[in-house]
């Protein structure tokens, strides 16, 4: 059972393979486990049966390649990010669910909203920015104050509302600006100005 020439006989199926076929165990004399991968996972798989645990169907993907049990697909391992803990060194879900579940996360992490929630707020506004009216609605826009959600905004529009500060006054000022209204100021309080109505 030991390693010659880079060599290992696996004691489950008894054939020779490449020591880069077993997983590392400390525990063992040669740092290797005593089953090849394979064989390791298929015992695993059995004991799980034997336990009554439901157990996923393993899909044997071609070589360089790995099988997303979240979108089913077999993809290349440029398509996986890395995980130095797992055994293929490889993380469970391609970057591509990773991304979405990511997504999912933060939405509910940061504002209390699942994805359908968001959709629903979106379909509400004809899937666009309710500043602008013209770029598609993908930023969700919060009090950050409160953290109440407001609407979905395009990517400007929350972007230059969140540089006035949040600040309605800020904004009122700015229409008046663009609008060609002088801004003249009148002082009603020690720091506090209104502008002409």
Known sequence: ???????????????????????QNKSMRDGLQAYCRECASAHHQQRQVAKGRN??????????HK???????????????????????????CKS???????QRHLERNYGLTEAERDAMVASQMGLCVICLKAPAVHVDHC????RVRGV????????????GDDPDAVR?????????????????????????
């Open 1 to 23: 059972m030991g390693t010659e020439d880079g060599v290992k006989r696996c004691s489950r199926c008894k054939e020779h393979k490449p020591r880069a076929a077993f997983a």
């Open 97 to 103: 669910c990773k991304a979405v579940k990511g997504r």
């Open 144 to 147: 950050h104050q409160t953290g």
């Open 55 to 64: 157990v996923r169907p393993r899909v044997d993907a071609p070589p360089g």
């Open 67 to 93: 099988y997303c049990r979240t979108c089913g697909e077999i993809k290349p391992h440029s398509e996986w990010t890395r995980n130095r803990t797992a055994s293929d060194g490889l993380a469970t879900l």
């Open 173 to 197: 000022r700015a229409a008046a600006y663009l609008e060609g209204t002088p801004w003249k100021p009148t002082l009603v309080a020690p720091g506090v100005y209104q502008l002409p109505s």
């Open 153 to 164: 905004l395009c990517f400007n529009c929350n972007s230059a509302i969140g540089k006035l």
